[in-house]
C-alpha cells in the first residue's frame, strides 16, 4: 500500500498533453492516463496542442515562432505529449517535428498513436524523435512505458539548468571585466593632463622669477661697483687754486 501510495504521487506531478481529434478516443486516452494518476490536459487539434505549449504557427504556414500564448503551459507544466497520428490539417508527425525542431520544447517526449500498423510510418515517426508508438486502442500495460521516458526529460532539464546558471554567471563577470578598465581610464586621463599642464605652468613662471631676479640682482651690482663711483666723481688735475 505504501509503494502504491508513493508511485501514485510521484505519477500525480507528471502532466500529458493528449492530442486527438476523435472524442471517443480522446476521452478514452484522458481515462486511461488519470487512472494512471497522471494530470491530463486534451486539445482537439496539433495547432491548439502548439498553442498550449506557447508556439503559434504563422500566417504563411512557416515553421514556429516561440510566442506566448494565453492558455500555454506557463502554469502547468508539460511532461509528454501524446498524439494521435492521423488528423486533420496537422497530422501528429508534423506536430512532432515542430516540436523537435523548436530549441524550448524538444526535450518533451512524444508519443503517438495510430489505428493503422504501418511499419513505414512507425519508422519514420521514431527517425523523428517519439518515443513510443501506440496501436489503437491504448492500453493501461501501454502507459507504464511512459513514465521512463518522462523521468529522462526531467533529469536532463536537470542538467541544463546547472549548466545554464554557471554559462550565465561567467558571462556576466566577463562583461564586467570588459567595461570595468574602459570605465577606470576615462577619469584617469584629464588629471594627468592637468597636471602636466600645471606643472608646465609653474616652471615658466619659476624661469621667469629667476630671470627677473637675476636681472635686478645684475643693475644693482654695477650701480654699486667701484668703477661706476669713480667715473661719476669729479677729478683734478693738481691744479691748487690761490686765493
Not at 6 to 26: G, K, M, N, P, W
Not at 127 to 151: Q, T, W, Y
Not at 187 to 199: H, I, K, R
Amino acid at each position: 500500500m505504501g509503494m502504491a501510495a508513493a508511485a501514485a504521487t510521484e505519477s500525480q506531478q507528471f502532466h500529458v498533453l493528449a492530442v486527438d481529434d476523435s472524442l471517443i478516443d480522446r476521452k478514452l486516452i484522458e481515462r486511461l492516463l488519470r487512472t494512471s494518476s497522471y494530470q491530463v490536459t486534451t486539445v482537439d487539434s496539433g495547432t491548439k496542442a502548439l498553442e498550449f505549449l506557447g508556439l503559434r504557427e504563422n500566417d504563411d504556414g512557416t515553421p514556429n515562432t516561440p510566442s506566448i500564448s494565453p492558455n500555454n503551459h506557463q502554469e502547468v507544466e508539460v511532461n509528454m505529449v501524446i498524439t494521435d497520428y492521423c488528423m486533420p490539417g496537422m497530422t501528429g508527425y508534423d506536430l512532432l517535428k515542430k516540436i523537435k525542431e523548436s530549441s524550448s520544447l524538444r526535450n518533451i517526449p512524444v508519443v503517438i498513436m495510430s489505428s493503422e500498423n504501418v511499419p513505414s510510418r512507425i519508422s519514420r515517426c521514431l527517425e523523428e524523435g517519439a518515443e513510443e508508438f501506440f496501436l489503437k486502442p491504448v492500453r493501461l500495460s501501454d502507459l507504464n512505458r511512459l513514465k521512463p521516458h518522462i523521468m529522462k526529460r526531467s533529469k536532463l532539464k536537470d542538467q541544463d539548468q546547472k549548466q545554464v546558471i554557471p554559462e550565465k554567471i561567467d558571462t556576466l563577470l566577463e562583461v564586467q571585466k570588459q567595461h570595468q578598465p574602459q570605465e577606470e581610464a576615462q577619469p584617469q586621463v584629464q588629471p594627468n593632463l592637468e597636471q602636466q599642464q600645471q606643472q608646465q605652468q609653474s616652471l615658466q613662471q619659476n624661469n621667469n622669477n629667476n630671470n627677473n631676479s637675476s636681472n635686478k640682482r645684475k643693475s644693482m651690482e654695477q650701480s654699486l661697483s667701484p668703477e661706476t663711483t669713480d667715473r661719476t666723481r669729479p677729478r683734478y688735475s693738481g691744479i691748487a687754486t690761490v686765493v
